[in-house]
């Protein structure tokens, strides 16, 4: 079992920086692919960014890319989301969530474990 948490949210002007924290406990982290998504007012669960169980590869949603990192801490159980230039429009809940069958899936449906979610706001 894996337990997930998220932290780091907050509220930010357009433009500005944030950084996200996905800390697990249990089961060795790394061991597992882990994913960024994201949930705005009124919309679907999205998918915002993926990291392979090494850290070799990763994906990104169009929406975000070329703003967004996704990275793996020096410690084996952290997984950041470094978002840039953001916009109103990133204003979401973010999830962190691991997928112990280390898939590059989008999916949320495929993912086991999930963080409480933590909240962005970006004013305009």
């Known amino acids: 079992q894996v337990q997930v948490e998220e932290s780091g949210g907050g509220l930010v002007q357009a433009g500005g920086s944030l950084r996200l924290s996905c800390v697990a406990s249990g089961r060795t982290f790394s061991r597992y692919a882990t994913g960024w998504f994201r949930q705005g007012p009124g919309k679907e669960r999205e998918f915002v960014a993926h990291i392979s169980w090494s850290g070799g590869s990763t994906k990104y949603a169009d929406s975000v890319k070329g703003r967004v990192t996704i990275a793996r801490g020096d410690a084996e159980n952290t997984v950041y989301l470094q978002m840039n230039s953001l916009k109103p429009e990133d204003t979401a809940v973010y999830y962190c969530?691991?997928?112990?069958?280390?898939?590059?899936?989008?999916?949320?449906?495929?993912?086991?474990?999930w963080g409480k979610g933590n909240q962005v706001d970006v004013s305009a």
């Open positions: 969530a691991a997928d112990r069958w280390r898939r590059a899936t989008i999916k949320p449906t495929e993912y086991d474990y």
